[in-house]
């Protein structure tokens, strides 16, 4: 395992009352076959079992670096978490979602090979299947159809067509543009 004091990438999740999801969408970022990085999970005061889930398994792996703070929201909970990130990517998941094994590496891969890219996202898939709305399948496959970037610059007024989650940006390029 990597020295957490170094991490590559480092993966900003803001949890607040995930205890259903949580264990599960950090076993899909511990299972990734990129190893170099660290979870900066931020316990948004959830009055459940989350803080106690994410105190448990970081005490099994130190990539896990929980901090808990009172109730604020998503932004303020990313915005605290950005300031603890230390690698050189910040790479979004959010408490209730998987990742793909690869997804990790595929993005760092990228964004090492294409320099003038500040960013990158992924296609997404809604789950469960037996829960999904018509209107997030369309949304999904809305999503899913913005490749190249000139089709997400033609889109970007409509919706962000980079879904957050999925998104892994240089974190320097976040600071600068104020988190």
């Known amino acids: 395992m990597p020295s957490p004091k170094s991490p590559r990438v480092s993966v900003l999740l803001p949890a607040y009352n995930a205890a259903d999801t949580i264990e599960e969408a950090l076993d899909t970022l511990l299972a990734q076959s990129f190893t170099e ?13 989350t803080g106690d889930i994410l ?23 990313l915005n605290h978490g950005l300031n603890l990130c230390r690698g050189d990517y910040v790479a979004r998941f959010d408490a ?8 990790l590496e595929k ?25 999904v709305a ?27 067509p980079l879904v957050h989650p999925t ?5 320097k390029k976040l600071i600068e543009i104020g988190g």
């Open 37 to 49: 990085f660290e979870i900066v999970a931020v316990n948004d005061g959830s009055t459940d079992a």
């Open 55 to 77: 105190d448990r398994l970081a005490a099994r792996d130190a990539r896990i670096r929980p901090r808990h703070i009172e109730h604020a929201g998503l932004i303020e909970a």
């Open 96 to 103: 209730d979602d998987r990742a793909a094994p690869t997804r």
């Open 107 to 131: 993005q760092v891969e990228f964004l090492e090979q294409n320099t003038e890219v500040d960013a990158v996202g992924c296609r997404i898939r809604c789950f469960p299947d037996d829960q």
């Open 134 to 160: 018509e209107g997030f399948r369309v949304y999904e496959t809305w999503i899913n159809s913005l490749i190249t970037p000139e089709q997400i610059a033609r889109e970007i007024y409509i919706e962000s």
């Open 167 to 171: 998104v892994t940006i240089h974190r």
